[in-house]
Nanobody, 123 residues
Framework: QLQASGGGLVQAGGSLRLSCAAS????????MAWFRQAPGNEREFVAT????????YYADSVKGRFFISRDNANNAVYLQMNSLKPEDTAVYYC??????????????????WGQGTQVTVSS
């Protein structure tokens, strides 16, 4: 129901754009987000965007470098990642929120998860 793509290997300072394709049922009227998980670490919040697309929130570690957007006509959400650092290396997951809540920065606030896409940043 959520299919993430766009990961890969990039040098520090480079850019990647992640995409997440969703079904209408898992996308419509829901806030969407990206999380990431590095080996040995818990899944951590990266960015979220409300249904309207006008409100976004970012983790402090990515603020000013990463940008989340969505295309409601095509049931897709994106994560533009710029100025990548080795510490950004992780599996990135897209997630669809619980439609009851307005937004969330914790995994508990999300009902659907994609399979993840690996991002590796070399130094």
């Amino acid at each position: 129901q959520l299919q993430a793509s766009g990961g890969g290997l990039v040098q520090a300072g480079g850019s990647l754009r992640l995409s997440c394709a969703a079904s209408e049922r898992t996308f419509s009227r829901r806030y969407m987000a990206w999380f990431r998980q590095a080996p040995g670490n818990e899944r951590e919040f990266v960015a979220t965007i409300k249904w309207s697309g006008g409100t976004t929130y970012y983790a402090d570690s990515v603020k000013g470098r990463f940008f989340i957007s969505r295309d409601n006509a095509n049931n897709a959400v994106y994560l533009q990642m710029n100025s990548l650092k080795p510490e950004d290396t992780a599996v990135y997951y897209c997630a669809a929120g619980n439609s009851i809540m307005s937004t969330s920065t914790t995994p508990r606030g999300y009902s659907y998860w994609g399979q993840g896409t690996q991002v590796t940043v070399s130094s």
